[in-house]
């Protein structure tokens, strides 16, 4: 396994939750961090926190413009990391087609424009990790667009492994996670949605936003994966 001692690791979505896990954790093995979202607060509190070896940047997954400016000011980019986005979920009956496609808008064409546009900057033994969700294999619920979508991201990390080799290209596909995604939800909503969960996966209980950003750390560092999607869901997609 490679080290991150001296690497530029990009992580978009890195102000809060698996993203800013993910940034401490590189951060801890040396790396050089830049971090990249919309909120230019929560951005600034992250690098901060991280100390001097991370700087920070605002952008918009959703425009290729923003995203051009954002990697332009880099000199190169050794790991990426894309876990921002921001959609809705639901029926096909009761989503208006804007909001059905919100997750392809912001969680798939956001990550297929954010590694064309690092793509130039990538050195020759970087390492891409997109986010899909463990909903590709078992949908929890009807929510088919959501569904169709971190499958489709899944297809795409293995079809940008073939095109970008021998720059790494693979997905992490986390189940349901305690954390800043659910943080700002009605904690009724949130405790059913984890009882289920506990009930329906092999260990039992929800994950940790660490235990995802380990599995992100492994897919930077691991020399000989690529294609490949790790589903850090206790177990889920099995039962």
């Known amino acids: 396994m490679s080290s991150l001692d001296g690497r530029v690791v990009v992580v978009l979505g890195g102000g809060s939750g698996i993203g800013l896990e993910v940034a401490r954790r590189a951060t801890a093995a040396g790396a050089l961090v830049h971090l990249g979202g919309r909120t230019g607060d929560k951005l600034r509190a992250a690098a901060a926190e991280l100390g001097s ?37 639901g029926p096909m009956r009761d989503l208006s087609d804007e909001e059905a496609e919100s997750p392809f808008v912001t969680k798939f064409w956001g990550q297929y424009h954010a590694v064309k546009h690092a793509a130039p900057k990538l050195s020759d033994d970087a390492s891409v990790v997109l986010m899909s969700g463990v909903a590709s294999v078992r949908p929890p619920a009807a929510a088919p667009a959501y569904i169709a979508c971190n499958a489709a991201i899944e297809g795409l990390g293995r079809g940008l492994a073939v095109e970008l080799a ?74």
């Open 166 to 239: 021998p720059v790494r290209v693979n997905v992490v596909s986390p189940g349901t996670i305690d954390g800043n995604l659910w943080a700002g939800r009605p904690a009724a909503a949130r405790e059913a949605s984890f009882a289920q969960y506990r009930a329906d996966t092999l260990l039992h209980r929800v994950g940790r936003e660490s235990e995802v950003a380990d599995a992100v750390l492994y897919l930077f560092t691991s020399t000989y994966t690529t294609g490949s999607t790790l589903y850090p869901d206790g177990g889920y997609s099995f039962r």
């Open 53 to 89: 070896t991370a700087t920070w940047q605002a952008v918009d997954t959703t425009d290729q413009a923003s995203l051009a400016e954002f990697f332009g000011a880099l000199d190169r980019v050794d790991h990426l990391f894309t876990p921002a986005a921001s959609y809705t979920v």
